[in-house]
């Protein structure tokens, strides 16, 4: 299984950003997928996850309102579109596909892709 994130960047703060990652190796329907976080010095935490189908999504408290996750599924591809954005967003960000949206909001997931670096300054 491989998840290839891209779309990370240096953005000034009240900007916008969309990540990207690309799924293959598993049949990407059969998947919930999930963006997850992390900053130098703090832990990984949830961002945002997407059921199978797409009808349902979940999203961390810090980033509701401002992001929003999307899939496709004919192209294998989650999306994380990030607006409103304020440099304590700045992370590492990990894409993810696992069984189900509350597992990962637990931290819970089945697979995990290399991060993409997004940077806001102030």
């Known amino acids: 299984v491989q998840l290839q994130a891209s779309g990370g960047g240096l953005v000034q703060a009240g900007g916008s950003l969309r990540l990207s990652c690309v799924a293959s190796g598993l049949t990407f329907s059969s998947y919930a997928m999930g963006w997850f976080r992390q900053a130098p010095g703090k832990e990984r935490e949830f961002v945002a996850a997407m059921s199978k189908g797409g009808g349902n999504t979940y999203y961390a408290d810090s980033v509701k309102g401002r992001f929003t996750i999307s899939r496709d599924n004919a192209k294998n591809t989650v999306y994380l579109l990030m607006n409103s954005l304020k440099p304590e967003d700045t992370a590492l960000y990990y894409c993810?596909?696992?069984?189900?949206?509350?597992?990962?909001?637990?931290?819970?997931?089945?697979?995990w892709g290399q991060g993409t670096q997004v940077t806001v300054s102030s």
């Open positions: 993810t596909a696992g069984g189900y949206g509350p597992e990962m909001v637990r931290g819970r997931s089945d697979y």
